[in-house]
């Protein structure tokens, strides 16, 4: 397998600020286990986090949150991206759309794209379809993802499961394969 990290949403607003999502602290841990693994094995790992507009539509449905410039709209600092990582904008629930996410990933011969960050039943869901539309395999290491209630984390899990045939391991054995 060649694969990507794909680390969405770990931004400020996300996790300590406007949007907060409590339940975002225990995948920190898992995710450095991740992002660092990658490093080591030259996997590249990919920063696609919110750069919101005030004209954007998700703002109808959530208010303002990583909006574009801001504190917000930064990488937690545990997470920072590191030389020789991407870090791409979007403006939607998907990393793939209009963000340079898919020839990225082309160009650098990727089949398998490792679906990460919050949230597991929103951005997650639609990141996956887009992989999946793109026939990139799909792989959502389970505790490295996470929405605002277990509920919403469980039933997203399924649905990309179900619909995507996603791999869904623990972040400590698919750190093993790469
Ligand atoms: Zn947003």
Not at 84 to 95: A, H, Q
Not at 105 to 112: A, E, F, I, P, Y
Request: aromatic share 8%.
């Amino acid at each position: 397998m060649k694969a990507a990290v794909v680390v969405i949403d770990m931004l400020n607003d996300f996790v300590t600020g406007s949007l907060k999502c409590e339940r975002a602290q225990r995948i920190i841990p898992n995710l450095k286990l991740l992002i660092k693994t990658a490093r080591k094995k030259k996997v590249p790992v990919v920063y696609v986090g919110d750069a919101h507009l005030d004209s954007d539509n998700e703002l109808n449905v959530w208010g303002p949150h990583g909006m574009k410039g801001t504190e917000g709209a930064k990488t937690i600092p545990e997470l920072a991206p590191a030389e020789g990582d991407y870090v791409l904008e979007k403006r939607t629930y998907s990393s793939f759309f209009e963000t340079g996410l898919d020839p990225l990933l082309r160009n650098k011969g990727v089949d398998t794209v490792i679906v990460t960050g919050l949230h597991t039943h929103i951005c997650v869901r639609h990141t996956s379809a887009d992989a999946f539309f793109r026939s990139y395999k799909v792989i959502v290491p389970e505790d490295c993802v996470d929405s605002f209630t277990e509920q919403d984390h469980a039933k997203g899990l399924e649905y990309l499961k179900m619909a995507y045939k996603a791999d869904i391991p623990k972040a400590a054995e698919l750190v093993k394969k790469l």
